[in-house]
């Protein structure tokens, strides 16, 4: 069966400090999406990213970058030079393509708390 | 206005009582879920429904139900609450296709007592 771990469940950091989270996931199918999202305090989730498992390219967008490694099941997720709005908790996911209806599988969440 | 609403935002009830959470979307995407979030376990899946006549269990369906009204309403009901389901409730919307981005409500905190 399907499962995401986010072993880290809080990471407080100072301001302008890199984060990464850490992200694994378990899946029998070979094809599959990851995601990221955030639920900021106000507690609505906000997509940030998705990856097809075909496409281990790594990416940065401004101050986000992610690393997927299929070799190590793992999809982290890294937030450069830290701002306060980045408080958060993020959740891991994943779909699945056998799992008809663009289902999701989330981790746990990581809260975030970045500090001025 | 948001993308998809949920109602109520707040919601306290006593053990027993049967309780309706209500979703709308104007994505005009036919899929729709219930998601239920618990510290420390993230979100996990209670129903889905791919259109008005094709509703799923999830994950957790046990002391759930739902109706989908419409391609645009998807409500949730606890028959009876109890303790247990105690949480913050989500509903979302994909377009169709494999990997598409989830639409999420503003969730909906149920606490019963």
């Known amino acids: 069966a399907q499962k995401v771990t986010q072993a880290q469940t809080e990471i407080s950091v100072v301001e302008k400090e890199d984060v990464t989270l850490d992200c694994v996931y378990e899946?029998?199918?070979?094809?599959?999406?990851l995601f990221w999202y955030k639920q900021p305090p106000s507690g609505e989730l906000v997509f940030l990213i998705r990856?097809?498992?075909?496409?281990?390219q790594n990416e940065i967008s401004g101050r986000y970058s992610w690393n997927f490694q299929k070799s190590t099941s793992s999809f982290n997720f890294t937030i450069t030079a830290s701002q306060v709005v980045d408080s958060a908790v993020y959740f891991c996911a994943l779909s699945e393509a056998k799992a008809a209806g663009n289902k999701l599988t989330f981790g746990g969440g990581t809260r975030v708390l970045v500090k001025p | 206005d948001a993308d998809v609403t949920q109602t109520p935002r707040n919601r306290i009830t006593k053990t027993g009582k049967r309780i309706m959470l209500e979703c709308s979307q104007t994505?005009?995407?036919?899929?729709m879920y219930w998601y239920r979030q618990d510290p420390g376990l993230g979100l996990r899946l209670i129903y889905y429904s791919f259109d008005v006549k094709d509703i799923n269990k999830g994950e957790i369906s046990d002391g759930y139900s739902v109706s989908r009204q419409a391609q645009a309403k998807f409500s949730l009901s606890l028959e009876s609450a109890i303790p247990n389901q105690t949480a913050l409730y989500f509903c979302?919307?994909?377009?169709?296709?494999?990997?598409?981005?989830?639409?999420f409500g503003q969730g909906t905190r149920l606490t019963v007592v």
């Open positions: 994505k005009g995407h036919d899929r």
């Open positions: 899946t029998r199918d070979t094809t599959y999406y």
């Open positions: 979302a919307t994909s377009a169709p296709g494999w990997g598409t981005e989830a639409f």
């Open positions: 990856r097809n498992s075909f496409d281990e």
